[in-house]
């Protein structure tokens, strides 16, 4: 034999050197007296097998040694794991099982890792398991496959104890949960099918008998606490000892049975459901709810239906006080109420949800479209703006009047016919215009500003030329007193003031055959010289029912400054030179209307303050009636102003506005027409009402 030549190992020789080595990892697994392995006990173990792998045949035992390797696991599983396992229950089961597999597992990798001679030169050749797969697979069969039940039941039992509040050792359940995947190779089978099935089906039981208790004995906001709680005791579970994978099947159980289940049941509860909450204004539950029920299929169009059912419920019952009161001064101030209180709830608890968002513009859109009191809301809106800015209804910081009306222009945006809208705030800002009302000039060009950006450039273009104007007032009245100045003689001795303006950007407004005072017929003509002298070609049209003038009245008690409309005055002027006037006079001289005498009439001698005596004292004009001038009226203060009655304008604002689209209809129907030459009256109602809607989104103005 050659000197270089290797010692044969049989099978015998080398089979117990390694059962010394497995008894000795043994005894240190059981915590037996044995000392650690050292360097040189490894490398032997090591080279023992290295030789049994690569001698020659007949005396390569590399098959003879991979099933003895087989034989040793399933002997220690049969002598060791199985036999401590037989005898425990629930936790300690599972406390000895977890031990069990450690030890096991530790025993099967090291003799894996001694074992590299037998992976490399017969186990990768043949394409067998590797002795780790081999392990597992014997203890998947002899003590996994017998023992899973009793296993899955007593980790159930630990969750449910968990879920009763009761303090467990999670980490022991993680343990043995991470064994239903070990055993499986990380292929998640045997977890799925074995446990995972099993949890879900227990937890919906459980959940399914929490639920019947609380939805009979708590109420809504409270039974949404305790589900919160729960949902979130389970997702801190899957994150403690539970895979990912098994949170969206198990958080879906728990939410089918608390909220799916009990979904109408809760949100109808009669004192504490949805409608309650609105109504009591539960933001904090509210916002719950809508975390809660957004995670289960279809759960928010119950709450949807509901919230627009409040804010329609809301805005009915508004109406019905303006009705009932027959008084709509402040609807649109309460509107805006509730659109600040349902935005918030949008906004803040419905997490700005496009279904939510969808049945409030719904809601809106029929609250903002509805005639309250016989006004549109369109008026009332305008109205209410008015009034912000003249500061009218109450005294308002700055601030206070900025939100007001963006809140108010919000609305806008609901009205369908904002036409309507536009030609009733442009009439009141021409009033406010005519008559000085406005409180600052910098809040009407805010406003403007505000409707631009809302509506677009020509919703606001005619306002914006109507303020220009205005705005440049006073240079006319500047080169008017300069002409008084230079020409004294043509000075009428009146103070008087004229505001010359476009009748194409401001309302229309009717104008009369006012037999004018004499007074007023030389101020009249004293400007048209001067104008005339301006511009050549120009032509003035008197209003004189917007015309205001201050008379003073010489009563006995003493003198008093009134603050009157040309009609009223040119009437009070009369009775300079008559001590006693009929109806019918005073209607010859002044040359007006049965309406316009009426008016001023009842507002000089009927109202609160009566500067004519009317004969018969009654609180309505006739015809056969006589006035006399009360040179005994009194009043506390020197300076009055006497108010004509208020004339409803809605008709009128209606008519115009109507009369504005005719033109646009007529143009529309001609372009179709031209392009079509026949077309039945259907399909060109339908064409033209598309080219007037493109034309209204080109104004900037929301369908």
């Given at each position: 034999?050659?000197?270089?030549e290797?010692?044969?190992?049989?099978?015998?020789?080398g089979?117990?050197?390694?059962q010394k080595?497995i008894?000795k990892?043994?005894?240190?697994?059981?915590?037996?007296?044995?000392?650690?392995?050292?360097t040189?006990?490894?490398c032997?173990?090591?080279?023992t097998i290295?030789?049994?792998?690569?001698?020659?045949?007949?005396?390569?035992?590399?098959q003879?040694?991979?099933?003895?390797?087989r034989?040793?696991?399933?002997?220690?599983?049969?002598?060791?794991?199985w036999?401590s396992?037989?005898?425990k229950h629930?936790?300690?089961?599972?406390?000895?099982?977890?031990?069990r597999?450690?030890?096991?597992?530790?025993m099967?990798?090291?003799?894996?890792?001694?074992?590299?001679?037998?992976d490399l030169?017969?186990?990768?050749r043949r394409?067998?398991?590797?002795l780790?797969?081999?392990?597992?697979?014997?203890?998947?069969e002899?003590?996994?496959?017998?023992?899973?039940?009793?296993?899955?039941d007593?980790?159930?039992s630990?969750?449910?104890?968990?879920?009763?509040?009761?303090?467990?050792?999670?980490?022991?359940?993680?343990?043995?949960?991470?064994?239903?995947?070990?055993?499986?190779?990380?292929?998640?089978?045997?977890?799925?099918?074995?446990?995972?099935?099993?949890?879900?089906?227990?937890s919906?039981?459980y959940?399914?008998?929490?639920?019947?208790?609380?939805i009979l004995e708590d109420?809504?906001p409270?039974y949404m606490?305790?589900?919160e709680?729960?949902?979130?005791?389970e997702?801190?579970?899957?994150?403690?000892?539970l895979?990912?994978?098994?949170e969206?099947?198990?958080?879906?159980?728990?939410q089918h049975?608390?909220?799916?289940?009990?979904?109408?049941q809760?949100?109808?509860k009669?004192?504490?459901?949805?409608?309650?909450l609105?109504?009591d204004d539960?933001?904090e539950?509210?916002?719950?709810m809508?975390?809660?029920f957004s995670?289960?299929?279809?759960?928010?169009?119950?709450i949807?239906?509901?919230?627009?059912?409040?804010?329609?419920?809301?805005?009915?019952?508004?109406?019905?006080?303006?009705e009932?009161?027959?008084d709509?001064?402040?609807?649109a101030?309460?509107?805006?109420v509730?659109?600040?209180?349902?935005?918030?709830?949008?906004?803040?608890?419905?997490?700005?949800c496009a279904l939510?968002?969808?049945?409030?513009e719904?809601?809106?859109?029929a609250?903002?479209?509805?005639?309250?009191?016989?006004s549109?809301?369109?008026e009332l809106l305008?109205?209410?703006?008015?009034?912000?800015?003249?500061?009218?209804?109450?005294?308002?910081?700055?601030e206070?009047i900025?939100?007001m009306l963006?809140?108010a222009?919000?609305?806008?945006?609901?009205?369908s016919d904002?036409?309507?809208?536009?030609?009733f705030?442009?009439?009141?800002?021409?009033?406010?215009?005519?008559?000085?009302?406005s409180?600052?000039d910098?809040?009407?060009r805010s406003?403007?500003?505000k409707?631009k950006?809302?509506?677009?450039?020509?919703?606001?273009?005619?306002?914006?030329?109507?303020?220009?104007e205005w705005?440049?007032r006073k240079?006319?009245?500047?080169?008017?007193?300069k002409?008084?100045?230079?020409?004294?003689?043509?000075n009428p001795?009146?103070?008087?003031?004229?505001?010359v303006?476009?009748a194409?950007?401001?309302?229309?407004y009717?104008?009369?055959?006012?037999?004018?005072?004499?007074?007023?017929?030389?101020?009249?003509?004293?400007?048209?010289?001067?104008y005339?002298?301006?511009?050549?070609d120009?032509?003035?049209?008197?209003?004189?029912?917007?015309?205001?003038?201050?008379?003073?009245?010489?009563f006995?008690?003493?003198s008093?400054?009134l603050?009157?409309?040309?009609?009223?005055a040119?009437?009070l002027l009369?009775?300079?030179?008559s001590?006693?006037?009929?109806?019918?006079e005073?209607?010859t001289q002044?040359n007006?209307?049965?309406?316009?005498?009426?008016r001023?009439?009842?507002?000089l001698?009927?109202?609160?303050?009566k500067?004519?005596?009317k004969?018969p004292n009654t609180e309505?004009?006739?015809?056969t009636?006589?006035?006399?001038?009360n040179?005994?009226?009194?009043?506390?203060r020197?300076?009055i102003?006497?108010?004509?009655?208020?004339?409803?304008?809605?008709k009128?604002?209606?008519?115009d506005?109507?009369?504005?689209?005719?033109?646009?209809?007529?143009?529309?129907?001609v372009?179709?027409?031209?392009?079509?030459?026949?077309?039945?009256h259907?399909q060109?109602?339908?064409?033209?009402?598309?080219?007037?809607?493109?034309?209204?989104?080109?104004?900037?103005?929301?369908n």
């Amino acid at each position: 034999m050659a000197a270089n030549e290797r010692k044969i190992i049989d099978l015998k020789q080398g089979w117990e050197i390694m059962q010394k080595g497995i008894m000795k990892l043994k005894n240190i697994l059981e915590g037996l007296p044995e000392t650690q392995f050292s360097t040189e006990e490894y490398c032997t173990l090591y080279t023992t097998i290295y030789n049994m792998c690569t001698q020659r045949p007949p005396h390569d035992y590399s098959q003879q040694l991979y099933d003895k390797f087989r034989e040793a696991f399933e002997e220690d599983i049969m002598s060791t794991v199985w036999p401590s396992l037989r005898e425990k229950h629930d936790e300690f089961m599972l406390r000895e099982l977890v031990e069990r597999w450690g030890n096991y597992k530790f025993m099967v990798g090291t003799f894996y890792r001694v074992s590299h001679s037998l992976d490399l030169y017969f186990i990768a050749r043949r394409s067998l398991p590797h002795l780790t797969e081999v392990g597992l697979t014997c203890f998947r069969e002899l003590v996994y496959q017998e023992s899973k039940v009793k296993v899955r039941d007593a980790v159930i039992s630990l969750i449910d104890q968990e879920r009763e509040g009761k303090q467990i050792d999670r980490a022991l359940v993680k343990n043995v949960l991470d064994l239903f995947m070990e055993i499986c190779m990380e292929q998640m089978d045997y977890y799925k099918n074995d446990f995972e099935a099993a949890l879900l089906k227990d937890s919906a039981a459980y959940y399914s008998r929490k639920a019947s208790k609380w939805i009979l004995e708590d109420s809504c906001p409270d039974y949404m606490l305790k589900a919160e709680e729960y949902l979130q005791r389970e997702e801190d579970r899957v994150s403690h000892y539970l895979p990912p994978s098994s949170e969206p099947m198990l958080l879906e159980k728990v939410q089918h049975e608390l909220l799916s289940v009990y979904a109408s049941q809760l949100l109808e509860k009669e004192h504490s459901g949805c409608h309650a909450l609105l109504r009591d204004d539960r933001v904090e539950d509210l916002s719950r709810m809508f975390r809660l029920f957004s995670k289960i299929p279809n759960g928010l169009d119950p709450i949807t239906n509901i919230f627009e059912q409040h804010v329609t419920a809301e805005h009915t019952a508004f109406v019905k006080q303006v009705e009932d009161a027959a008084d709509s001064k402040d609807f649109a101030r309460k509107v805006i109420v509730l659109y600040d209180k349902c935005e918030r709830y949008v906004n803040e608890c419905f997490q700005n949800c496009a279904l939510f968002h969808k049945a409030f513009e719904v809601a809106f859109e029929a609250l903002c479209n509805k005639d309250v009191g016989g006004s549109s809301f369109a008026e009332l809106l305008a109205t209410f703006c008015d009034d912000i800015l003249t500061n009218r209804s109450e005294k308002l910081s700055d601030e206070a009047i900025e939100e007001m009306l963006e809140k108010a222009l919000k609305l806008v945006t609901y009205i369908s016919d904002k036409d309507l809208f536009d030609e009733f705030y442009r009439k009141k800002l021409a009033r406010r215009l005519l008559f000085d009302k406005s409180a600052r000039d910098d809040r009407v060009r805010s406003m403007l500003t505000k409707l631009k950006q809302q509506c677009g450039d020509q919703f606001t273009s005619k306002m914006e030329l109507m303020f220009t104007e205005w705005m440049s007032r006073k240079d006319h009245q500047t080169s008017f007193d300069k002409y008084l100045s230079y020409n004294p003689d043509a000075n009428p001795g009146i103070d008087l003031k004229v505001m010359v303006l476009a009748a194409s950007c401001w309302p229309n407004y009717k104008s009369s055959n006012l037999n004018l005072p004499a007074e007023m017929v030389k101020c009249v003509k004293v400007f048209r010289e001067f104008y005339k002298k301006e511009k050549k070609d120009a032509k003035l049209n008197w209003i004189y029912s917007l015309g205001t003038c201050k008379v003073i009245g010489n009563f006995e008690p003493r003198s008093m400054e009134l603050k009157v409309t040309a009609y009223q005055a040119s009437a009070l002027l009369l009775f300079n030179s008559s001590d006693r006037l009929s109806y019918s006079e005073i209607k010859t001289q002044l040359n007006l209307t049965d309406g316009e005498v009426v008016r001023f009439l009842h507002s000089l001698s009927c109202a609160k303050y009566k500067i004519l005596n009317k004969e018969p004292n009654t609180e309505s004009i006739a015809p056969t009636d006589h006035f006399e001038f009360n040179s005994k009226f009194t009043n506390k203060r020197r300076r009055i102003t006497i108010p004509l009655p208020p004339v409803d304008e809605t008709k009128k604002v209606i008519e115009d506005v109507a009369t504005a689209w005719k033109y646009p209809i007529n143009a529309s129907i001609v372009r179709i027409m031209k392009a079509r030459r026949v077309l039945d009256h259907q399909q060109l109602v339908k064409e033209c009402v598309e080219q007037l809607m493109l034309r209204r989104s080109r104004k900037g103005l929301r369908n």
